[in-house]
Nanobody
Framework: VQLQASGGGLVQAGGSLRLSCAAS????????MAWYRQAPGKQRELVAR???????NYLDSVKGRFTISRDNAKNTVYLQMNSLKPDDTAVYYC????????WGQGTLVTVSS
């Protein structure tokens, strides 16, 4: 399965973006899908994950602002990001959890102050 993230862009602080992750194959049998991010000069970190039955878990700094969801019929995972902050600026990637597949290019999110 190959994963392609999209939906990033430039947004002002307080704004919103919705990221999408399209899989080349079925994700229905994949227990957990996740969004990760890597800010300039920092290590990649787990932002949110969702199991096949919809249980979710979030990085503390995004709780209450980000929402992860998945549509197995469309083989797509989403990340709704609201109340964005400059600290959210990063390249965002989707992948499996806990053992990620080959990393795709990701999508750049830039939040201006």
């Amino acid at each position: 399965v190959q994963l392609q993230a999209s939906g990033g862009g430039l947004v002002q602080a307080g704004g919103s973006l919705r990221l999408s992750c399209a899989a080349s194959g079925s994700i229905a049998a994949i227990n957990a899908m996740a969004w990760y991010r890597q800010a300039p000069g920092k290590q990649r970190e787990l932002v949110a994950r969702i199991t096949s039955i919809g249980n979710t878990n979030y990085l503390d700094s995004v709780k209450g602002r980000f929402t992860i969801s998945r549509d197995n019929a469309k083989n797509t995972v989403y990340l709704q990001m609201n109340s964005l902050k400059p600290d959210d600026t990063a390249v965002y990637y989707c992948n499996t959890f806990p053992a990620p597949l080959k990393w795709g290019q990701g999508t750049l999110v830039t939040v201006s102050s």
